[in-house]
């Protein structure tokens, strides 16, 4: 019987049957004639009370189906730890894409962000993702308590889905737009499907990013714009856009690195697609 315990949790395997007894830790299963345990922390929180919960809650569950994962065995001990959560993440998984909006409660905080409780858009499945500190907010922040604390009500945005590993990675501040972005799409109209990034060194990004520009086959001429320094930076890469703007002899450029935004005019008779892959060459020079 422990060899076939051994087998599911190598497989992650999911164990189905029925709760057999409870106590204040967490519910009694029979895994094939093995006494199994799983923890309250790792039951489907949906099953008791958000707050305080009495025995004769815990003993109603007695009875119930469960589906659960085993995430420890300890054969010298006779430990055998199951997780129910652990299945709803896998099922939770399986139904989100990147881009969907869930909305969650935090459960808890830490150094590097924020644990949320999420359902699924359809609101049958559930499970815990993570909102890393800086998918938090646009501002740097010091904590993720600077933003949301156990218990806050959000809506977040899934930016990465670990069906293997069972990581489920969301975004707050992707809900909003980046504000720098915003203010300067009123002052040099961006192209941001052609968003582009490297790391980069201020100042001699913009130098070497204009030299690269130069030698590229077909651009006539590189000249400096405007230029606007902000007040944040938002990142310390060099991010790169095509403006929208219409330009009888070329394109604008808009390159951001930190808090310093250049515009760069490139003349050139080259076609949108021709300075989109000219832009991408000089950028993998640059990384």
């Known amino acids: 019987a422990w060899e076939n315990v051994l087998e599911m949790q190598k497989n992650g395997t999911t164990w189905t049957g029925k709760i057999t007894a409870v106590n204040r830790g967490g519910v009694v299963v029979?895994?094939?004639?093995?006494?199994?345990?799983?923890?309250?922390?790792?039951?489907?929180?949906?099953?008791l009370p958000k707050t305080d919960f009495s025995m004769q809650d815990l003993e109603g569950l007695v009875g119930q189906a469960v589906s659960a994962?085993?995430?420890?065995?300890?054969?010298?001990?006779?430990q055998l730890v199951l997780s129910e959560q652990a299945t709803m993440v896998e099922q939770l998984a399986a139904s989100l894409q990147t881009g969907d909006v869930v909305e969650g409660?935090?459960?808890?905080?830490?150094?590097?962000?924020?644990?949320?409780?999420?359902?699924?858009?359809?609101?049958?499945?559930?499970?815990a993702g993570?909102?890393?500190?800086?998918?938090?907010?646009?501002?740097?922040?010091?904590?993720?308590?600077?933003?949301?604390?156990?218990?806050?009500l959000v809506n977040c945005k899934v930016i990465k889905v670990d069906k293997e590993k069972l990581h489920i990675n969301l975004s707050l501040k992707q809900m909003e737009g980046d504000p720098l972005l915003e203010n300067l799409d009123g002052l040099?109209?961006?192209?941001?499907?052609?968003?582009?990034s490297v790391?980069?060194?201020?100042?001699?990004?913009?130098?070497?990013?204009?030299?690269?520009?130069?030698?590229?086959p077909g651009v006539e001429g590189v000249d400096i714009g405007r230029q606007v320094e902000e007040k944040r930076a938002v990142s310390q890469d060099l991010e790169l856009w095509i403006s929208k703007e219409v330009v009888k002899d070329g394109y604008n450029l808009v390159v951001r690195t930190g808090r310093l935004v250049q515009e760069i005019h490139v003349t050139t008779d080259l076609p949108s697609e021709g300075m989109k892959e000219s832009v991408q060459r000089v950028l993998r020079q640059l990384v």
């Not at 590097?112 to 359902?119: E, I, K, P, T």
């Not at 040099?188 to 582009?196: G, K, N």
């Open 30 to 47: 029979d895994v094939n004639g093995l006494r199994g345990f799983i923890p309250m922390s790792r039951l489907d929180p949906g099953r």
């Open 69 to 78: 994962k085993v995430i420890q065995v300890n054969i010298p001990s006779r």
């Open 105 to 127: 409660i935090v459960t808890r905080t830490t150094d590097y962000g924020a644990f949320v409780s999420l359902r699924s858009p359809d609101g049958n499945l559930h499970g």
């Open 130 to 152: 993570l909102i890393h500190i800086s998918e938090l907010s646009w501002d740097k922040i010091m904590t993720p308590e600077d933003v949301v604390q156990p218990g806050s």
């Open 188 to 196: 040099l109209p961006l192209d941001t499907s052609s968003v582009t």
């Open 199 to 216: 790391p980069a060194n201020l100042p001699a990004a913009i130098e070497d990013l204009c030299a690269a520009l130069a030698a590229e």
